[in-house]
């Protein structure tokens, strides 16, 4: 069976990443990362939803960039804002090349188990503006992967990075979801922690407004 990486936050592209690779008949090896948020929420989250799907390994890796903040979602002196789906510019809850570290690192993983698969549950459609969600993006790594990789380089077996929903809204994201039984009341979506979601927030905004599209209750606000 082959095997793959897939990048897990907790959240709800991520979870329906998870449960997609699932459905093609992947082993599942789940990565997260303990990059210095600033709450556990989203951790809590990962590990609940990867037993949920029974993965065959679950890393959580310990990233500190916090120890150079430069986002609010890592740097306590700078407020989570309340969102705006309609902003323009880049947010403050943009984390500096997180998706470029967290993908070089999921590479370093899947080379180490001879995984040729990551999953990434970005998007570029339905998204906060980060410039690291994009389709071109995540082109541009998979080519610097293979160039950076014995894999890649030498044995001819490529990486490929997979991001199904690239072009896809969370309203079909979570359509897709329902069919894959994905189980959206483990995830966890709101930049600030706290015992629920704050409601207000550019994460949670975006879910509430997907899951009002595609006509499905959020179970993860009853919990």
Not at 13 to 38: E, R
Not at 67 to 87: A, C, F, P, Y
Request: aromatic share 8%; net charge neutral; hydrophobic share 40%.
């Amino acid at each position: 069976m082959k095997k793959a990486v897939v990048l897990l936050s907790g959240g709800l592209d991520s979870s329906v990443a998870l449960y997609l690779a699932k459905s093609q008949g992947f082993k599942l090896y789940a990565l997260s990362f303990d990059y210095g948020q600033q709450h556990e929420r989203e951790l809590q989250a990962a590990r609940a939803v990867a037993q949920s799907a029974r993965v065959e390994e679950h890393q959580v890796v310990n990233m500190k960039l916090d120890l150079w903040g430069g986002s609010s979602l890592t740097d306590k002196s700078i407020e989570i804002k309340d969102g705006d789906v309609n902003r323009k510019d880049i947010p403050d809850t943009y984390v500096p090349a997180r998706n470029m570290v967290f993908l070089s690192v999921a590479a370093s993983y899947a080379e180490a188990i001879g995984a040729q698969d990551i999953f990434i549950g970005v998007s570029q459609v339905d998204y906060s503006g980060y410039v690291d969600c994009r389709e071109e993006f995540i082109e541009a790594m998979e080519k610097a992967i293979n160039k950076g990789t014995v894999m890649g380089a030498e044995k001819n077996q490529p990486i490929r990075i997979h991001a199904p929903f690239v072009y896809k809204t969370k309203a079909d994201e979570i359509r897709l979801g329902r069919q894959l039984n994905v189980p959206f009341e483990l995830t966890w979506s709101c930049y600030r922690g706290g015992e629920k979601p704050c409601g207000k927030c550019d994460s949670c905004l975006l879910r509430a407004k997907a899951f009002a599209e595609a006509g499905v209750e959020d179970k993860a606000l009853n919990q």
